[in-house]
């Protein structure tokens, strides 16, 4: 199954590059704070840390991109709940993110709304330990990325968002607030 995703990403992404429909390309950089946060918790914990990824973003209308992407999320337990109260509860994840995205926007300029959604493959080690599960895994699952949020400015090259990578074998969720910038690329063929 891994090595299926894998093969079917890689030929994803590849044939997007080079596709004829593309209009624009650019490269989107994105920083941002980090969160995991179990399925299942009694006592509400999540995890804070830090989150970066970059995308190279394929425009084939002004209202949809294709965004393969590269993204890393480093997120550990602190020993607290949501409120700030001890718990025992955890939801760790340190991955290397990599994957492919579709992004529906309004092509407004100026504040540009966006959903995105896609399939990627996560490489690193996840903990989840709540009252209902306890999972340590390393290496390699899938996962669903979904991210919402504006673009800002004249040319919409600020982007400003929650990003998520739901992993359901490891029963948690990664996310983001997310601030980012969009450097378009010059075309040599043209």
Same mark, same amino acid.
């Given at each position: 199954?891994? %090595?299926?995703?894998?093969?079917?990403?890689?030929? #994803?992404?590849?044939?997007?590059?080079?596709?004829?429909?593309?209009?624009?390309?650019?490269?989107?950089?994105?920083?941002?704070?980090?969160?995991?946060?179990?399925?299942?918790?009694?006592?509400?914990?999540?995890?804070?840390?830090?989150?970066?990824?970059?995308? =190279?973003?394929?425009?084939?209308?002004?209202?949809?991109?294709?965004?393969?992407?590269?993204?890393?999320? #480093?997120?550990?337990?602190?020993?607290?709940?949501?409120?700030?109260?001890?718990?025992?509860?955890?939801?760790?994840?340190?991955?290397? #993110?990599?994957?492919?995205?579709?992004? =529906?926007?309004?092509?407004?300029?100026?504040?540009?709304?966006?959903?995105?959604?896609?399939?990627?493959?996560?490489?690193?080690?996840?903990?989840?330990?709540?009252?209902?599960?306890?999972?340590?895994?390393?290496?390699?699952?899938?996962?669903?990325?979904?991210?919402?949020?504006?673009? #800002?400015? %004249?040319?919409?090259?600020?982007?400003?968002?929650?990003?998520?990578?739901?992993?359901?074998?490891?029963?948690?969720?990664?996310?983001?607030?997310?601030?980012?910038?969009?450097?378009?690329?010059?075309?040599?063929?043209?």
């Amino acid at each position: 199954m891994k %090595k299926k995703l894998i093969i079917l990403i890689a030929i #994803l992404t590849s044939n997007f590059i080079e596709a004829q429909f593309i209009k624009e390309k650019s490269i989107n950089a994105q920083i941002g704070y980090g969160i995991s946060l179990p399925y299942d918790s009694v006592d509400e914990t999540a995890d804070d840390g830090f989150f970066m990824q970059g995308e =190279l973003v394929l425009e084939a209308y002004s209202w949809l991109e294709i965004r393969p992407y590269a993204g890393l999320i #480093l997120v550990n337990s602190n020993g607290k709940d949501i409120d700030g109260n001890p718990t025992n509860e955890k939801a760790e994840s340190k991955a290397f #993110l990599i994957g492919g995205k579709t992004r =529906l926007r309004a092509p407004i300029r100026w504040v540009a709304p966006y959903f995105e959604a896609g399939i990627g493959i996560s490489a690193g080690k996840f903990e989840t330990f709540t009252a209902f599960t306890n999972i340590n895994k390393s290496g390699v699952i899938y996962h669903i990325p979904v991210s919402f949020g504006l673009e #800002l400015g %004249k040319k919409n090259n600020f982007d400003l968002g929650f990003t998520y990578f739901f992993h359901p074998t490891v029963e948690q969720y990664s996310g983001a607030f997310t601030l980012g910038v969009t450097i378009p690329l010059k075309d040599k063929q043209k």
